[in-house]
Structures are given as structure tokens and as C-alpha cells.
């Protein structure tokens, strides 16, 4: 009875991994971050999206504040004379200059990514008498994969043989459910049943989508 609570627990687990896996491969997001600090908008974000790393790239920001007529809005020049830009990354720090854009209350800062994952900009100072304190995040940067063309093959092989590798675990664990090799009571038949053959639909599944996802990116 153990070694069978130990396979359905394994069934769920290879199936709740593949199904990470599919979904962090299918569902990437994009976009930038916009904050409000009284009257103003500061939209922040990176020039090139995705943002990858070792790749030349901006920080981009947008400051704007309403405009005369309702509804509508004007950029804010001037805004880094009293306003000081740090970038951060885990416990990484350092000031930016922010370049004026032709377009009025457009800025951008040349930066080169060196590290996947989350960055930030905190802003500190005062718009126009305004004070300023805020940590925007901008969208991860991710590694050169998203842009690797074609895909390195030992990436696509890794992932393909952890694929097969848990499949292969899974068919060894049902083979001897199926042939009694492994004795289970018949009191706790029922319930590890059910809840065998619904760790089983989410592993199946899972891995399926997985595999048909990595078709895709290759």
C-alpha cells in the first residue's frame, strides 16, 4: 500500500510539473507599468520588448498630466532636473541618466541587461513641486532562448528527454499496478482509485500539451 501511494503521489506530481512547464511556455507576458502620483502618469518599460539579456536596450518613461480640453493628456518636459532615476535589480543599484525623447514627456536610458529576471526603476525628487517617490517594475528579462533561431539543439534535448524520462516512470508504476505486482487492501482500494485515475488524467494531459508545445517552439 505504501509503494501505491507513493506512484499516485508521483502521477500528480510529473503531471502538476508538466503542466508548469506548458503553461510558463505558452503564456509569456508583455507590456509596461503605468503609476499615478497626484495629477501625473508615469508609464515605464523597456524600447525593445521582450527584453533579453546581454542585448542593448532603454528604459523608456512617459510622464504626462491632464490636458485642457477632458480626457486628453500632455507631456511633462523638464522632469529630470529635480528627479533622480535608479534602476534596481535584486540588491543591485545604479543611477541612470534619463536622455530627453524629440516627443514631449518622453525619456529614455541606454542599459544593457546582464541578468534574467525582475528589474525595477525607483524614482525619487519632485515634479514641479510634486514629490516623487516610487518603485515601478518593468516586464523580466528573459534569457536569448525567446530569440534563438534556430533553437539550440541541446536545449530542445534536454527538455524532450525529461519529457520521455517521466513518462517512462509513469508507464513503469501503472505496468505494475496493472499486473499485482504491487498489493494493494482492499480497503483503500476505492479512494487511491480515484485518486489514481485523476492524477493519471492530469499527467496524460499535461505532459501531451507540454510535448505539443515544444513542437511548436521548435
Same mark, same amino acid.
Given at each position: ?139 523580466? =528579462?528573459? $534569457?536569448?532562448? /525567446? ?5 539550440? @539543439?541541446?536545449? !530542445?534535448?534536454?527538455?524532450? &528527454? %525529461? ?20 498489493? =494493494?487492501? $482492499?480497503?483503500? /482500494? ?5 485518486? @489514481?485515475?485523476? !492524477?493519471?488524467?492530469?499527467? &496524460? %494531459? ?13
Amino acid at each position: 500500500m505504501c509503494y501505491y501511494k507513493m506512484t499516485v503521489v508521483k502521477i500528480v506530481v510529473f503531471g502538476v510539473i508538466g503542466l508548469l512547464f506548458f503553461v510558463g511556455i505558452l503564456v509569456p507576458s508583455f507590456g509596461h507599468t503605468t503609476v499615478h502620483v497626484e495629477q501625473y502618469q508615469i508609464e515605464v518599460g523597456w524600447g525593445i520588448e521582450p527584453p533579453v539579456v546581454g542585448i542593448r536596450n532603454d528604459l523608456v518613461l512617459k510622464i504626462t498630466e491632464p490636458g485642457e480640453t477632458e480626457g486628453s493628456y500632455k507631456g511633462v518636459t523638464s522632469v529630470f532636473k529635480d528627479v533622480d532615476a535608479i534602476v534596481m535589480f535584486g540588491g543591485a543599484t545604479k543611477k541612470i541618466d534619463m536622455n530627453s525623447d524629440p516627443r514631449p514627456g518622453y525619456y529614455f536610458s541606454p542599459i544593457i541587461p546582464t541578468k534574467t529576471g525582475s528589474y525595477s526603476i525607483d524614482l525619487k525628487g519632485n515634479i514641479r513641486g510634486i514629490p516623487i517617490d516610487v518603485k515601478i517594475p518593468v516586464e523580466d =528579462v528573459e $534569457s536569448t532562448a /525567446v530569440l534563438d533561431f534556430p533553437p539550440t @539543439a541541446s536545449e !530542445g534535448t534536454a527538455d524532450v &528527454a %525529461a519529457l520521455k524520462n517521466a513518462m517512462s516512470s509513469l508507464q513503469q508504476d501503472v505496468s505494475k499496478l496493472k499486473s499485482g505486482e504491487t498489493s =494493494v487492501s $482492499s480497503s483503500d /482500494v476505492g479512494a487511491s482509485y480515484d485518486f @489514481a485515475v485523476f !492524477g493519471l488524467s492530469i499527467a &496524460a %494531459a499535461a505532459i501531451v500539451l507540454a510535448i505539443i508545445a515544444l513542437l511548436k517552439r521548435k
